[in-house]
C-alpha cells in the first residue's frame, strides 16, 4: 500500500481479554517496529524486525506482549491478558532497511490503533 | 540504557516569534539523530543528522547536531500556527533501533 496501515484504529476491551493489534507495513520495507505512545510522552519501543526475526525485543514490557511477522511483511501485536494500563496508542513504523548506507534510516508510521482496556 | 531528554517540555508562542527545541541523548552505537513533527497521529519525518556541525535546513526549520557535546537543537523561525504540533527527538543506533524523546509541545498563538 501507499502508507503504513494498522488495524484496528480503536480497540475497547475488558480486563483480562485477549487483543491483537495488526500491522502491514510499506511495501519492500525490510525493518518493522512497534512502540507504544501514552498521552504526553514520546513513543515507547516495544519490538524490532528486521525481516521475519524480531532483531530487538527488549521494549516488551513483559510475557503477556508478544509479536510474529511470519512472512516478512504483516505483522500482528498480540496482549494477553490485558490490564488497564496497556491502554495507550499503538504505533507501528516500517523503514527501508535499519543498516546500510544511503538510505535516510527514517521510520514512516502509521496512524496507530487506539487501545481502552476498561 | 539509550536515553533522550528533550526540552522544553512545552512551549507557547506567538507567530513571528522564533524557537529553538533542545534534545540530548545518551546511546551506545550512535548513528544519526532524527527530528519528528507529530500533529495528530502519525509523527511524520524533518531531518535526520549523522555529522556534527552541519546544518540541515528546509525551509523555516533548521537543525544541528554536536556529537561531542551530545546534544541537537531544532529552530524554527517566523513560526505560523500551522507549527504547532508535538516535535520529536530521536536517535538510531547502528543496530536500527531508534529511541524517542518524549516530545516538546509548541503551540503558536495568531
Known amino acids: 500500500g501507499a502508507g503504513v496501515s494498522q488495524t484496528p484504529s480503536n480497540k475497547v476491551t475488558e480486563k483480562g481479554k485477549y487483543v491483537e493489534l495488526r500491522c502491514d507495513p510499506i511495501s519492500g520495507h525490510t525493518a518493522l517496529y512497534w512502540y507504544r505512545q501514552s498521552l504526553g510522552q514520546g513513543p515507547e519501543f516495544l519490538i524490532y524486525?528486521?525481516?521475519?526475526?524480531?532483531?530487538?525485543d527488549s521494549g516488551l514490557p513483559n510475557d503477556r506482549f508478544f509479536a510474529v511477522r511470519p512472512e516478512g511483511s504483516v505483522s500482528t501485536l498480540k496482549i494477553q491478558r490485558t490490564e488497564r494500563g496497556d491502554s495507550a496508542v499503538y504505533l507501528c513504523?516500517?523503514?527501508?532497511?535499519?543498516?546500510?548506507?544511503?538510505?535516510?534510516?527514517?521510520?514512516?508510521f502509521g496512524e496507530g490503533s487506539r487501545l481502552t482496556v476498561l | 540504557e539509550d536515553k533522550v531528554v528533550q526540552s522544553p517540555l512545552s512551549l507557547v508562542v506567538h507567530e513571528g516569534d522564533t524557537v529553538t527545541l533542545n534534545c540530548s541523548y545518551e546511546v551506545t552505537n550512535f548513528r544519526s539523530l532524527l527530528w519528528y513533527k507529530q500533529e495528530k497521529k502519525a509523527p511524520t519525518f524533518l531531518f535526520m543528522l549523522t555529522s556534527s556541525g552541519i546544518e540541515k535546513k528546509s525551509g523555516r526549520l533548521s537543525s544541528i547536531l554536536d556529537k561531542k557535546e551530545l546534544f541537537s537543537i531544532l529552530n524554527i523561525t517566523a513560526t505560523q500556527t500551522g507549527d504547532s504540533a508535538v516535535y520529536l527527538c530521536?536517535?538510531?543506533?547502528?543496530?536500527?533501533?531508534?529511541?524517542f524523546g518524549d516530545g516538546t509541545t509548541l503551540t503558536v498563538k495568531p
Open positions: 530521536a536517535v538510531r543506533t547502528n543496530a536500527g533501533k531508534s529511541t
Open positions: 513504523a516500517s523503514s527501508l532497511q535499519s543498516r546500510g548506507q544511503g538510505v535516510t534510516g527514517e521510520l514512516f
Open positions: 524486525f528486521q525481516g521475519t526475526g524480531a532483531a530487538d
